[in-house]
């Protein structure tokens, strides 16, 4: 009796070191829906991205920003690093609505929105196409994003051309996460006031006054910065562990 427990125990502790040692060295890579990309890089965790906006028309009531994009860098690997498979990273984004617009005197102006959001999606099936929102939303919901709110605001804008069919200029604003299959390797509260991301971007008008087929005017690109770690799913190691101290637990009935 007592040599087998010597041995049940010994067994334990080696499967607790197992498992303890499996985790440490797979913790920096991390793959979601086959996104995959390394928590412990020095970039972790940032991407960069193609912005395609709408523009604002306060006179005749267009005060809410919209628009989609494409994920084209993440912790600085390009889309057959972190999408090894084909896949793509798009996103979405509305609910941005102006709460103050203070013009410069110089043709630009400050804009302070309230609310807010920006859903991901991952998808194989469709090319994304910058003519075509419907390719940014059509995969499945990857990291889903509420606007973080301080004093009232979620997002600041800094246009140096505003209101005169030519808008132009940078923002910024903070966010959440609120859900989708890569949330718990983000929702860490790590960023500016408790939020997850830091979010910032630029934006013009498309050349030669193009309009997309969707109605958009502004294109430009969309840094996202935050902080990502490992949630990794049961491996063998992790089952056999469990296997041994069920055994332990059984003869410990017995």
């Excluded at 084909?86 to 103050?100: I, K, M, N, R, S």
């Excluded at 419907?134 to 509420?146: D, E, H, K, Y």
């Excluded at 009232?152 to 069919?165: D, K, M, Q, R, V």
């Excluded at 063998?236 to 017995?254: D, E, H, S, Y």
């Amino acid at each position: 009796m007592r040599t087998l427990n010597m041995r049940i125990n010994t067994l334990l502790a080696a499967g607790a070191i197992a498992i303890t040692s499996a985790a440490v060295q797979a913790a920096p890579m991390v793959s979601v829906a086959g996104v995959h990309w390394d928590a412990g890089s020095n970039f972790d965790f940032t991407s960069t991205s193609d912005l395609i906006e709408d523009q604002l028309d306060l006179p005749n009531g267009q005060n809410e920003l919209h628009g989609f994009g494409l994920i084209n860098k993440i912790n600085q690997t390009s889309q057959s690093v972190f999408c090894p498979s084909g896949c793509e990273l798009t996103y979405q984004f509305g609910g941005y609505t102006v709460a103050t617009t203070t013009p410069d005197g110089n043709g630009g102006a400050a804009i302070d929105f309230t609310g807010g959001w920006i859903n991901f999606y991952v998808d194989s099936s469709t090319a994304y196409n910058a003519e075509d929102e419907s390719s940014a939303t059509n995969g499945v919901l990857w990291l889903s994003l509420a606007a973080h709110e301080v004093a009232g605001i979620t997002l600041e804008a800094a246009l140096t051309s505003f209101g005169a069919g030519v808008d132009s200029g940078t923002g910024t604003g903070l966010l959440d996460v609120v859900g989708g299959l890569a949330a718990a390797n983000f929702d860490t509260n790590s960023q500016t006031d408790g939020s997850d991301f830091v979010f910032s971007s630029s934006y013009q008008p498309i050349p030669f006054g193009h309009v997309t087929a969707d109605g958009y005017e502004l294109f430009g690109t969309a840094d996202l910065r935050g902080e990502s770690i490992a949630v990794s799913a049961p491996t063998t190691t992790l089952l056999f562990g469990l296997g041994l101290l069920g055994m332990a637990a059984t003869r410990k009935r017995t």
